[in-house]
C-alpha cells in the first residue's frame, strides 16, 4: 500500500523518503470538487456534472448544515450540566 507523500510532510522527511515536487496549482473550482468528493462521498463522475452554481450552494449549505449541528450539541452538553447541577 502506498502512502500519500505531500511536500512538507516530516514524517516522509524523516524516513528518508523523497519528495516529488507539486506543479499543479490548484484552483478555487478544484477545491470545491474535493470537498464535495471527500465529505459528501460525490464520485467524480458526479462532481463534474454538477453546475458551479448549484456546487457552491451544496458546499454552504453543508457548512450551515454542520454549525447547526454543532450548535445543538453544545445546547444538550449544556442542559446536560445545568440537569446534573440542579439535581445536587
Known amino acids: 500500500m502506498s502512502n500519500i507523500i505531500v511536500p512538507g510532510d516530516n514524517e516522509a522527511e524523516e524516513e528518508g523518503q523523497e519528495l516529488e ?18 465529505h459528501m462521498h460525490f464520485q467524480p463522475s458526479e462532481v463534474e456534472q454538477i453546475a458551479p452554481d448549484y456546487r457552491k450552494w451544496l458546499i454552504t449549505r453543508f457548512m450551515v448544515q454542520k454549525k447547526m449541528e454543532q450548535e445543538m450539541m453544545e445546547r444538550q452538553r449544556i442542559m446536560a450540566n445545568i440537569g446534573t447541577s440542579l439535581k445536587v
Open 21 to 38: 515536487a507539486l506543479t499543479y496549482k490548484a484552483t478555487e473550482d478544484d477545491e470545491e470538487r474535493f470537498f464535495l468528493m471527500y
